[in-house]
Structure formats: C-alpha cells, structure tokens
C-alpha cells in the first residue's frame, strides 16, 4: 500500500499513545505460565503482541481477549504448558521469537518456532549460545544462526553470562529459561537495556536481585497480576520529534511510559533543545508514567552513542529526522544493532531520508547527519519496516509538497492507528 502524505500547516492536539509493545509481551508471557488468572488492561493490538498470544494459545494456555483491548489470562503454571500440534508463527516479531525461544527451551516437549521472510533472516545464534550453555538443544538454519528454530527442551541448569550486547530480548530469554533452571541464572549487562522483565518477574514473585550490572535469578514460581500497560514511549516519540520539528505544533501525548531504560529521546531532544515539558509523572503496575508536551522548536545538532543507545535504540531513524532540520551536525554511533532489525536501518534510514534531500552519510554503527536542510516531498519505500514507515510519515508532515511512502501498511506492526493519528493532528 502506498500512503501520500502532504506539508501539515499545523499540528495540534492530544494522543493516547498505543500500548507498549515491550510490556505487553512481557505481562502476557509471564502471567501465561503463572499460578492464577490475570486482567491485563490497555493490551497492546499490534501485530507483534497479536503473534505473541496465538503462540501461547497454542501451547494451551487460555487467553481470551475482551473489549476495549483486555486480556483475560488463565495461567498455566510452571507445567502446565502443552506440545503444539503446528509450528509456531512468530510473524514479524523479534521479541516473540527470542523471548519464547528461552521459555520453550525449558519444557518437556519438540516445538518449531519461525517467522516471516524478515524474522527468518535476524540473528539468532545469540540467542542459541547461551541457551546451549545452559543445557538446551535449538538447531536453526543458516549454520543454527536463522529461523526456523526446533527446539528439544529438557532439564536446564543456571549459568553466569556476560550479555555480549545490550539486549533487552536475550536477556529475557535467558531469565525465562531461568525460572525454569537448576541453580541461579546471573547475567551482567554491558550497559543496561529495557528492563520490564525484571520489574514483572519481581512483582510476580521470583526471587530476582539488581545489583548495578548484574542480575541474578533463582528458580521461581510465578503468582499472576492484573496489569494496565501504559502508552508506548516509542510510538509517542514519533509525535514530539513532529512536534519539535514543525513550525506551529502543540502535541500532548498521555498516559506515556517513561521507563528510565527506554526514555532516551527524552534526553536526546532535550540535549537538541526541544521545547518539551513532562507532568503528572505517576507509577502504573510498577512503570513510571507522565503526560508528555512538546512544541515547535529551535533543534542543535547533537552527538550520541554508548549507554544512550540502548535506551533509544527504536527511536534513532527519528533522531536522524530530527537532525536533518536542525543546526549543525549530529554524529550517531555506537548503534550498529540497528544493521539487524527488521532492515538495515542505517542504511535505509539515510538512503529514504536523502531522497527528501536530507545530508545524511552512513557510519559503520551509525550516521552523521549534516542540519539545516529544507525537505522536500519524495517517493520514499518503508522496506517494510514500521520504523521506517512512520518516520517518513513524520517527515512528510515537515516537506515542501507530497511524500509518497511505499508500504506504509508496514505501520501496524507496532501502531495499527498511526495514519489516523497523523491524519487527526493535521485535521485543524
């Protein structure tokens, strides 16, 4: 499908942020294999949230959706998961993927987990490797680097791991397959990433420490939780770098998750000099949460990397955006993750950005981006991924004529309302 998007002469409004993403498979997961029922409100309906519980579904747990984006959870307890009759579908999503591959490498049965034509195609011997350590057998393509993935899963043992990258998926993999291990399971981080897993595991009652690097994790039971899943900061920094970047905008964007782990753009567009304001700040199921306001504003180019990245690391094809318009140079590196997303997101993301004439160079884990440039409206291509989709849509809203984006329906991974959101913003 392709979405025509024309010059907005303004953007005001409020946005509810759809749910988080990285929550919603977290809450569903978890409360899948334990003791109890659990309400989860403000479910997440992206697609990737959606493949998460068709695949529990399909190994017998009982979940059944309500109105109004509930979700109903019979846990199944710590055994009480079954042998799929079919390969399990992924779909697009990462998360899913990995997070289930820990999870199903602990039970006592075959399972065959694949995904798409992209998902097939992203790493997952990071994944594999430590999970082997632990006394799991997983075979995959591409040298047991690729999916499909067939996993035979037995009796595991609780190892300590060094994460190679700061991975918010791996690490939860290993903590799933650690609930379920002989002895602790420690892993220490070489910088910290998204760390919902251990806020759930926590509430649920695992017998999990934080100490600065490290986490350790002792086998557990889990007890169920009814859970309100806040928006997704990730689908709200789309709108406040709209926001920052248009020259007569008022944003504000609700019910927002500020999780110090994922609130990177909050930083990134301070250190720009956005006009952004954060109030109502409140914990929601045990994630900080605010109401977030942006305005139009005066951008400086910035540099980024190390610790930053992690916490910002689905954002950094918007950060691109934003340097495109504002003063002088930003420099992005330290990101070479964004090589194996759903594509080579620092390729693509200068490639469909210099389309709109923006200046933009690749880096070997990043870009430089030189500002100060006016755009101008473009046939660009998501190369399917929502990231990119949405970002150009953003774009579009700031260049001089239409953008044309080739398949923008690419957005309803993560945020199934986002050209609606973006057609109301731009209705005054």
Known sequence: MKQRVKNARALEGEIYPPSDKSISHRAVILNSVANGNARIVNFSQAGDCSATVACLQALGVKIEPCVGGELL??????????????????????????????????????????????????????????????????????????????????????????????????????????????????????????????????AMGAEIKVSGDTITLSPSSLDAIDLTIPGDISSAALWLVAGAVHHQARIRLLSTGINPTRSGILDVLRLMGADLTVSNERVLSGEPVADLEVRSSSLTGVEIGGELIPRLIDEIPLVALAASVAHGKTVVKDAEELRVKETDRISATVKELSKMGADAKELPDGMIIYGGKKLHGASCDSHGDHRLAMMLGVAALIADGETEIDKSEAADISYPTFWDDLERLTAG
Do not use: C
């Open 73 to 202: 959870v019979q846990g199944a307890g710590k055994e009480g998961l079954n042998e799929p009759e079919d390969v399990l579908n992924a779909e697009n999503s990462a998360t899913t993927m990995r997070i289930l591959t820990g999870l199903l490498a602990a039970q006592s049965f075959l399972s065959v987990v694949t995904g798409d034509r992209s998902l097939r195609s992203r790493p997952m011997g990071r994944v594999i490797k430590p999970l082997r350590l632990m006394g799991a057998r997983i075979w995959g393509r591409h040298d047991d680097t690729r999916a499909p993935l067939v996993i035979q899963g037995g009796q595991l043992h609780g190892i300590h791991y060094q994460l190679p990258v700061a991975s918010a998926q791996l690490k939860s993999a290993l903590l799933l397959a650690g609930l379920f291990s002989r002895g602790d399971t420690i892993i220490q981080e070489p910088m910290p990433s998204r760390d919902h897993t251990e806020r759930l595991l926590n």
